[in-house]
């Protein structure tokens, strides 16, 4: 199966700038769609950014301007760098990314990170 770790979730003051990563690790032939999404207390969780494996990006609006989504695929790893961070950025950000597991199948398959905690606050 499919293995995903994130890193670079902590506490920063409003302003700051955060880096996130996600590498993915097992049984993976080729990985297609790469995202970060988030979720908030009490609130459902959203998608934040996604880019292709041709780099094509997409942002949340909340995320525009501000945040940066990138990938090395020879690393099979997916950043988010965010910067001018407010509180309302607050949320448990988790990686997803879409999997070819085989080059027999074109099944593709969803996998999730465990998640990683994000606090903006002075």
């Known amino acids: 199966q499919v293995q995903l770790v994130e890193s670079g979730g902590g506490l920063v003051q409003p302003g700051g700038s955060l880096r996130l990563s996600c590498t993915a690790s097992?049984?993976?032939?080729?990985?297609?769609?790469m995202g970060w999404y988030r979720q908030a207390p009490g609130k459902q969780r959203e998608l934040v950014a996604s880019?292709?494996?041709?780099?094509?990006?997409t942002y949340a609006d909340s995320a525009k301007g501000r945040f940066t989504i990138s990938r090395d695929n020879a690393k099979n790893t997916v950043y988010l760098q965010m910067n001018s961070l407010k509180p309302e950025d607050t949320a448990v950000y988790y990686c997803?990314?879409?999997?070819?597991?085989?080059?027999?199948?074109?099944?593709?398959?969803?996998?999730w990170g465990q998640g990683t905690q994000v606090t903006v606050s002075s």
């Open positions: 997803n990314v879409n999997v070819r597991l085989n080059r027999y199948s074109r099944n593709s398959y969803d996998y």
């Open positions: 097992g049984s993976i032939f080729s990985i297609n769609v």
């Open positions: 880019i292709t494996s041709g780099f094509t990006t």
